[in-house]
């Protein structure tokens, strides 16, 4: 198994509660801030019925609220939260090296 790591935005780009597209090896991805050196990336289209995240809202405990249906997901975890039943958000862990923000892949 190895990994190899990724930038994916530069740090000054992102601010605390709010989105920012990103692409990762190609893909369209979307970034938030969880703190001034942790950030996650996760898929743009919401697990629930594919709607764009892109338009969606951080609200408190950093939850991520989908706009079309109000589904919402823990950021820190990927759980959907409203409903309690819904499908999980995949993330990945991103954090700050340099001036960048950096993902880690594994295979």
Same mark, same amino acid.
């Given at each position: 198994?190895?990994?190899?790591?990724? &930038?994916?935005?530069?740090?000054?780009?992102?601010?605390?509660?709010? #989105?920012?597209?990103?692409?990762?090896?190609?893909?369209?991805? +979307?970034? &938030?801030? #969880?703190?001034?050196?942790?950030?996650?990336?996760? &898929?743009?289209?919401?697990?629930?019925?594919?709607?764009?995240? +892109?338009?969606?809202?951080?609200?408190?405990?950093?939850?991520?609220?989908?706009?079309?249906?109000?589904?919402?997901?823990?950021?820190?975890?990927?759980?959907?939260?409203?409903?309690?039943?819904?499908?999980? =958000?995949?993330?990945?862990? &991103?954090?700050?090296?340099?001036?960048?923000?950096?993902?880690? =892949?594994?295979?």
């Amino acid at each position: 198994m190895g990994s190899i790591e990724v &930038a994916i935005a530069r740090a000054d780009d992102v601010i605390a509660d709010a #989105i920012h597209p990103v692409e990762l090896n190609g893909r369209p991805m +979307l970034v &938030a801030a #969880i703190d001034d050196n942790a950030f996650v990336v996760f &898929a743009r289209a919401c697990p629930h019925q594919g709607v764009d995240l +892109l338009d969606g809202t951080i609200e408190e405990h950093g939850v991520l609220r989908c706009p079309q249906h109000s589904y919402s997901f823990d950021l820190a975890t990927g759980a959907c939260v409203r409903p309690s039943n819904g499908p999980p =958000l995949v993330v990945l862990r &991103a954090r700050r090296r340099g001036h960048d923000i950096v993902v880690d =892949l594994e295979w």
